[in-house]
């Protein structure tokens, strides 16, 4: 089995910064990919970014590159996500996903084996 835990979320002004992370335990010998979707109350899940193993690929949903950057720490077993230039609409929940089985950095909830339990990102304006 694999754990994935976020933290970092919180109450932000709008234009503010945010780092989340996500640690990851259990079952890590594989090479995963990892991702970050969101999901606000009635909306359904949103992709928002992913990454490889090695770093080199990475992925951002619609609008979110160059406010949002992806990354990870393989010695530590944690991925990051960076959000600057924070808005209200970025408020959500916000989810860290290890794709355990390929090294794709999928941007579908389907290619995602574990998920933690999400950290609440809230934006005011």
């Known amino acids: 089995q694999v754990q994935l835990v976020e933290s970092g979320g919180r109450l932000v002004q709008a234009g503010g910064s945010l780092r989340l992370s996500c640690a990851v335990s259990?079952?890590?010998?594989?090479?995963?990919?990892s991702g970050w979707f969101r999901q606000a109350p009635g909306k359904q899940r949103e992709f928002v970014a992913s990454i490889d193993w090695s770093g080199r690929t990475t992925y951002y949903g619609n609008s979110l590159k160059g406010r949002f950057t992806i990354s990870r720490d393989n010695a530590k077993n944690t991925v990051y996500l960076q959000m600057n230039s924070l808005k209200p609409e970025d408020t959500a929940v916000y989810y860290c996903?290890?794709?355990?089985?390929?090294?794709?950095?999928?941007?579908?909830?389907?290619?995602?084996?574990?998920w933690g339990q999400g950290t609440q990102v809230t934006v005011s304006s």
């Open positions: 259990g079952r890590t010998s594989r090479n995963y990919a």
């Open positions: 996903a290890a794709c355990y089985f390929t090294n794709y950095p999928g941007t579908e909830p389907g290619d995602y084996d574990f």
